[in-house]
Nanobody, 120 residues
Framework: QVQLVESGGGLVQPGGSLRLSCAAS????????MGWYRQAPAKSRVLVAA???????DYIDSVKGRFTISRDSAKNTVYLQMNSLKPEDTAVYYC??????????????WGQGTQVTVSS
């Protein structure tokens, strides 16, 4: 069982920055795709950024050039650096570890979520 603990959310003004962290309970980056999702009120949860076991990253168009996903294997931690934040980035952000391709159908884990609010 993998546990994910997020931190770093909060209230920030438009144009500001935040860095989210997701600490995993073990060394899982070689077997799991790590992703950051967000869910705004009354909307579906969407994948914002992901990093594969090979270190390949991908982003939704609306955050390209503003958000950066990275990881520190020594700390078992994934980060989401968010710059030039906009009000439409306001959401609960969730960390996900998806190991279903290598570890089986139950290897899909979620953090508890952290609120990001962009407002003046």
């Amino acid at each position: 069982q993998v546990q994910l603990v997020e931190s770093g959310g909060g209230l920030v003004q438009p144009g500001g920055s935040l860095r989210l962290s997701c600490a995993a309970s073990g060394s899982i980056f070689s077997t799991h795709v790590m992703g950051w999702y967000r869910q705004a009120p009354a909307k579906s949860r969407v994948l914002v950024a992901a990093i594969t076991s090979d270190g390949v990253t991908d982003y939704i168009d609306s955050v390209k050039g503003r958000f950066t996903i990275s990881r520190d294997s020594a700390k078992n931690t994934v980060y989401l650096q968010m710059n030039s934040l906009k009000p439409e980035d306001t959401a609960v952000y969730y960390c996900n570890a998806d190991g279903r391709a290598t570890m089986g159908p139950n290897a899909d884990y979620w953090g508890q979520g952290t609120q990001v609010t962009v407002s003046s």
